[in-house]
């Protein structure tokens, strides 16, 4: 079963009034997504997706116009021969870094959902997993900075809806950030788990003034205080509250960024997003990194029932897995195009699709209702 044609194509949508949720990197103003199509010359065509990298429109352009020529020919099933290829013709040499990876992302997601219909089976068997309950949280761009009262109440929402942990967004300046997760922490009681994400907002200084309060209110991690690539940042913060994990790699591309991660052991909870770090091949390596350091993988996921799809399967692969992040935003109507591509039980856990392949209905005509926006999805000022 030979590649005959890869298609990217960009899909935004602007956040209509009042919807606007303000994290760490600015506030929220347009989401985009890019949904990869690969055909064959036997009929079966799959369906992944690339994140946007802010830049939809440039994404896609390097999976048409570089990538799909570059591998038009190949045999479909060779996820690992693709990989390489890209890797050596475009990541490792002449690359464009994260971007390859980004573009590469999306065809290796097609290329399993290819290989899982091909196959008739759900790809959560064909990696070797099995149908399991896997806890979920509630995250996705939500649960961010507002005033308290209103932080409170939706949280409470999440909470009543079944999510028995959900992420709290830092990174707006210390007081509030601790003040928020105080709140919170003291309106749902010990047994919710509690997590944080500053979204790289932070500074050293602001590590050392909220870090001891995320300790006293027992938080389940802090996610990416710093750059991805500040490994001196991280590698102090890990020292100042022993119990207090420290979370990152929805930004960390590829198992060599997960490799220099792994040798100050200061990151312990490792979140590879399948749309980014390099598809299901590159994630399942990564997987097995940290399954040899006793570390958990709790990827990242955001935009279609795609990426959420596809990381209910890999989840139910791994014998280190974590949360299922759950987009829970408000106003996301790239994440339900297909369908919904999750359910969340009343025991907060949600299970893999049982169709073949991803296991998305993805239907093309709904494409015309996202043309692409180009433009950066966040804003900076509030
Ligand atoms: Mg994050």
């Not at 440039?58 to 890797?87: E, F, K, Q």
């Not at 999440?158 to 830092?170: I, S």
């Not at 940042?233 to 929805?250: K, V």
């Amino acid at each position: 079963m030979k590649i005959t044609r890869i298609t990217a194509i960009p899909l935004s949508y602007r956040l209509p009034e009042g919807q606007t949720v303000k994290v760490g990197v600015g506030a929220t103003i347009k989401r985009d997504a890019i949904v990869v199509r690969v055909e064959t010359d036997e009929g079966l065509t799959g369906y992944g997706e690339a994140h946007p990298g802010r830049s939809p429109g440039a994404v896609a352009a390097l999976v048409n116009a570089t990538l799909n020529p570059m591998l038009v020919g190949m045999d479909a099933c060779d996820v690992v021969g693709v990989w390489s290829r890209v890797h050596r013709m475009q990541l490792s040499s002449h690359g464009l870094g994260a971007g390859a990876a980004l573009a590469l992302s999306g065809i290796d997601l097609a290329l399993w959902d290819i290989r899982g219909k091909a196959a008739g089976m759900p790809l959560y068997r064909l990696l070797g997993g099995s149908r399991k309950r896997m806890p979920a949280y509630a995250g996705g761009i939500s649960l961010g900075f507002q005033p308290v009262p209103q932080l409170v109440e939706e949280a409470r929402g999440h909470v009543a809806a079944g999510y028995r942990a959900l992420k709290l967004r830092l990174g707006d300046n210390p007081r509030d950030d601790a003040a928020r997760v105080r709140a919170v922490r003291e309106a749902l009681g010990p047994d919710v788990d509690i997590l944080t994400d500053a979204n790289t907002a932070w500074s050293l200084a602001d590590a050392r003034r909220v870090i001891p309060t995320l300790a006293e209110a027992r938080v389940g991690w802090l996610e990416e205080p710093f750059s991805a690539l500040d490994f001196g940042a991280y590698r102090i913060a890990a020292t100042l509250a022993p119990s207090l994990p420290i979370a990152a790699g929805e930004n960390h591309y590829t198992r060599w960024d997960f490799a220099r991660l792994l040798e100050d052991r200061a990151v312990t909870l490792w979140q590879p997003d399948l749309s980014k770090t390099g598809g299901i091949t590159e994630a399942l390596r990564i997987a097995a990194m940290a399954s040899a350091f006793g570390i958990t993988v709790h990827p990242h996921c955001s935009a279609t029932g795609i990426n959420h799809a596809a990381t209910l399967h890999f989840l139910a692969a791994l014998d280190n897995g974590g949360y299922f992040e759950a987009c829970v935003s408000r106003f996301n109507p790239l994440r339900d195009m297909f369908g919904v591509p999750f359910a969340l039980g009343a025991d907060g856990c949600v299970e893999p699709p049982e169709k073949p392949g991803i296991g998305m209905d993805v239907d093309e005509k709904v494409f015309a209702e996202f043309p692409a926006i180009d433009g950066p999805g966040y804003v900076v000022k509030f």
